[in-house]
Structures are given as structure tokens and as C-alpha cells.
């Protein structure tokens, strides 16, 4: 069983950073793809970025490239987002999410994820 506990979500202002953490315990090798999604009130959930565990392939937002960075701790399993620039349209519930597999047309369709986190709060002030 796969679980996921995200963190370092908080409150900032309009062009500040925030990095999240996503600890992964249970089975998760290198055949699985990462990822952070998002969802704001009242908005469908959307991609972020994800990874593909095997070769460290990264996809992203357009929305956010260029200013958020996923990265991953291989030996702890962890995952982290580092997000530079945040601007209030950012704020939104941060969700860790898993799933094994590499499947490029699709890193960031939240359908094709199995395993998902709690969620973190991110809240951007102008």
C-alpha cells in the first residue's frame, strides 16, 4: 500500500517561494511516476508537474514553467516542488499523487494517478 503525506504548504505573498514535500512510504520504485496536481475552489483539479522516477523525466504546467521545479530524493523516496515567483493565481490545495507507469502524453491527467495525498493549503496574498 502506497501512502503520501505532503508538507510545507503556507501563506506567502505575490512573488515569493514555497517548497512542498511529499513523503511516499510503501512500495514505489523506479517504474513509478510522481506528481503534484492542484485544485483551487470552485476549479477542477489540474497538473503541475510530474516525473518519472526510472530517468528523471519532468513535465510541466505551462502555467507554472519556468518558475516551479519538481525534484526527488531517490533514496528517501521523497518528492519536492520548489515554487519561485508565486503569484495569488496559485493558490489552491497542493496534492502529492502516484502512480506506476511512464506515460509522457499524459504526466499531468490526474486519471492516470492511483495514490493520492491529503493535500497541502498554498496561499498566495497580493
Known amino acids: 500500500q502506497v501512502q503520501l503525506v505532503e508538507s510545507g504548504g503556507g501563506s506567502v505573498q505575490d512573488g515569493g517561494s514555497l517548497r512542498l514535500s511529499c513523503a511516499a512510504s510503501?512500495?514505489?520504485?523506479?517504474?513509478?511516476?510522481v506528481g503534484w496536481f492542484r485544485q483551487a475552489p470552485g476549479k477542477e483539479r489540474e497538473g503541475v508537474a510530474s516525473?518519472?522516477?526510472?530517468?528523471?523525466?519532468?513535465y510541466y504546467a505551462d502555467s507554472v514553467k519556468g518558475r516551479f521545479t519538481i525534484s526527488q530524493d531517490n533514496a528517501k523516496v521523497t518528492l519536492y516542488l520548489q515554487m519561485n515567483s508565486l503569484k495569488p493565481e496559485d493558490t489552491a490545495m497542493y496534492y502529492c499523487?502516484?502512480?506506476?507507469?511512464?506515460?509522457?502524453?499524459?504526466?499531468?491527467?490526474?486519471?492516470?494517478?492511483?495514490?493520492w495525498g491529503q493535500g497541502t493549503q498554498v496561499t498566495v496574498s497580493s
Open positions: 499523487a502516484a502512480a506506476r507507469g511512464h506515460f509522457p502524453a499524459a504526466a499531468l491527467l490526474s486519471t492516470y494517478f492511483d495514490y
Open positions: 510503501g512500495y514505489i520504485d523506479s517504474s513509478y511516476s
Open positions: 516525473i518519472y522516477r526510472g530517468v528523471g523525466s519532468t
